[in-house]
C-alpha cells in the first residue's frame, strides 16, 4: 500500500512539474505559421533588429525592440506577458536569445520564427518598407 501512495504522490508531482515547464515555452515556427499565427488579435509581433534594420524592411504590424539596445529589458517590459508574443530578427539568432531571456522575465508563450526576416522576404511574404 505504501508503494502504491508513494507512486501516487510521485506521479502527481511529475504531472504538476511538467505543467510549470510549459508555461514558460519558446516555439519555433516557420513563415508560413508566422504568418497564420499573426490572424489572432491577442498576438504582439515584434522585430528585435536594429532601427535600420528595420527601416529597411519589417513585417506589418511589428515593433521594434532592439535586442541589442541597452534598454532593451526595460523596452520590452511593454509587452503583455500573458500574451504570445511573435519574435524575429534577420536570420534567427537574435530572437532566439531574445525569447531565452523573456522566458527569465516571466513571459509565459513565445514564438520565434526561424530563419528570420530574410526567409520571410526569400518566401514571398508581404513586408513593408
Not at 504568418?35 to 528585435?48: A, M, P
Not at 506589418?60 to 508574443?85: G, H, W
Amino acid at each position: 500500500m505504501k508503494k502504491v501512495s508513494l507512486l501516487l504522490s510521485l506521479m502527481v508531482l511529475l504531472v504538476f512539474s511538467c505543467k510549470e515547464e510549459i508555461e514558460g515555452e519558446i516555439k519555433m515556427v516557420s513563415p508560413e505559421e508566422m504568418q497564420t499565427l499573426l490572424q489572432l488579435d491577442t498576438v504582439q509581433l515584434v522585430d528585435v533588429r536594429t532601427d535600420a534594420e528595420f527601416k529597411e524592411g519589417y513585417i506589418a504590424e511589428a515593433q521594434n525592440i532592439d535586442f541589442m539596445s541597452p534598454t532593451f529589458e526595460s523596452d520590452i517590459m511593454i509587452l503583455d506577458k500573458e500574451k504570445p508574443v511573435l519574435l524575429y530578427c534577420e536570420k534567427g539568432g537574435r530572437s532566439a536569445k531574445c525569447a531565452k531571456k523573456m522566458i527569465d522575465l516571466g513571459f509565459k508563450k513565445i514564438y520565434d520564427m526561424q530563419g528570420g526576416f530574410s526567409k520571410w522576404q526569400h518566401e514571398g511574404l508581404p513586408y513593408k518598407k
